[in-house]
């Protein structure tokens, strides 16, 4: 018989990705969606007809509850959050809300519905901060920098604490930076992806960006979301890491994007102190091994790969909508 789930946040990056995976299983797909006068559907347009969306808000207690009661889901993945960490300093309220007591009143519906539903929280790198310890591992201490880590912390410890409290099948992923074509552009690699690719036709002229010397553990968010069903397939719940485990700078990250449109980013690339955090968190490199060794997860694309996938899939989508030509034949 065909499982169902339940997927907040199934307009995200994650959750489109996420969606796409499950229905290839069977699974009947259900997802969360927040009342917009804002059409935000372009990630999972083309799964429109394969899945069922439902209004319901992380804030709205009672829109959970109901929403579990009537679509009875196997399991549930919590992708839905405030999740871009700038804009947490200037909306930290909203930003605990969602992404902190959000996982709680889900988890209170879990509980009051079926405590068989089977419960998936999406945790982040960001929450070890000023990392105690290279790689991070489960084990590694805590120690968020940012309002959105903080919340993330509060969403990892209360998963654990009904986990332990109720006996409920619910496990964190605490998942480093995965990336992809359907990055939102506020966020710096698709920033980057997308800017090269604008410079490259002829469309902009300067990248701004903050602090090039941030380090972080990238890959591909189609890769990561596998880790995610998996972890819900395990006879035990419990915690994982999911990451490549190696690092690169943000510089690096830049250098990837130019070369691969044949541009020397030097000439390009312009730094802006609007773009620096108030703390920053300089250096996070997972150590998945448990999640390769439990769940037999592997990450399928490298960092190269991820950079080139991300720019070309920009580049595409800024021809079809402009036919801008290329910086060759404008020279030419």
Same mark, same amino acid.
């Given at each position: ?14 959750? +489109? ?23 935000? +559907? ?80 999406? +945790? ?209």
């Amino acid at each position: 018989m065909s499982k169902t789930a339940l997927i907040t946040g199934i307009t995200g990056q994650d959750g +489109s990705y996420l969606a796409e995976l499950l229905l290839s299983k069977g699974y009947t797909v259900h997802g969360v969606v927040r009342r917009s006068s804002n059409d935000n +559907s372009q990630r999972i347009r083309h799964l429109i007809d394969s899945i069922e969306l439902h209004p319901g808000d992380l804030i709205d207690q009672n829109s959970l509850t109901r929403l579990l009661s009537d679509v009875r889901p196997d399991e549930v993945y919590n992708l839905a959050a405030q999740s871009f960490v700038p804009t947490s300093w200037s909306q930290p309220i909203l930003t605990a809300e969602t992404t902190g007591l959000g996982v709680t009143r889900l988890l209170e519906a879990i509980r009051m519905v079926d405590t068989n539903i089977r419960f998936y929280q999406a +945790s982040s790198s960001e929450m070890f901060g000023r990392v105690q310890e290279t790689p991070q591992r489960e084990t590694t201490p805590l120690w968020p920098r940012s309002p959105y880590a903080v919340a993330k912390v509060y969403g990892h410890w209360i998963t654990i604490n009904y986990r332990e409290s109720y006996d409920l099948f619910a496990c964190s992923g605490i998942l480093f930076n995965h990336e992809s074509p359907r990055r939102g552009t506020e966020f710096v690699t698709r920033k980057i992806s997308r800017t090269a690719a604008q410079i490259k036709l002829g469309l902009a002229e300067e990248l701004r960006l903050g602090n090039l010397k941030a380090k972080r553990d990238w890959g591909f968010a189609g890769d990561y979301v596998e880790a995610m069903w998996l972890m819900l397939q395990q006879e035990t719940p419990t915690d994982y890491i999911v990451g490549i485990g190696e690092t690169y700078e943000v510089e690096q990250f830049v250098e990837a994007a130019f070369d691969h449109v044949g541009l020397d980013w030097h000439d390009y690339v312009v730094i802006d102190p609007k773009f620096y955090r108030p703390a920053e968190v300089d250096l996070l490199v997972a150590d998945p091994s448990k999640a390769k060794q439990e769940l037999g997860w592997e990450p399928k694309v490298g960092f190269q790969d991820l950079v080139a996938m991300m720019v070309d899939a920009d580049l595409s989508e800024l021809r079809g909508a402009t036919n801008a030509p290329s910086q060759q034949s404008r020279a030419a």
